[in-house]
């Protein structure tokens, strides 16, 4: 059994099923929680700056990704122009 830091509520976490480092979800507030210890089993609030991040970087890439797309197409117009 741990308990989870932020709302103190009791989590039935097997030692046998999880490692250290693993993620879980406290069922009672949500909170995204990370085992920092197997014996005996011990939870901490997970990290949530980098996936944050992530998410941005992500985003970031994809705008570049289609703006880059639309250039191609500029691109393609102008060679048509030439053919002519």
Known sequence: MATCPECDAEI???EFDVD???QL????????LEVISLSPIELDLAPED????DDEDDEELDD???G???EEDDDDKDDEGWEE
């Open 64 to 66: 570049e990704l289609e």
């Open 20 to 22: 250290k480092g693993d």
């Open 12 to 14: 039935e976490v097997d």
């Open 25 to 32: 979800s406290c069922p009672e507030c949500g909170s995204n």
């Open 50 to 53: 980098d996936e944050e991040e």
């Open 68 to 70: 880059d797309d639309e």
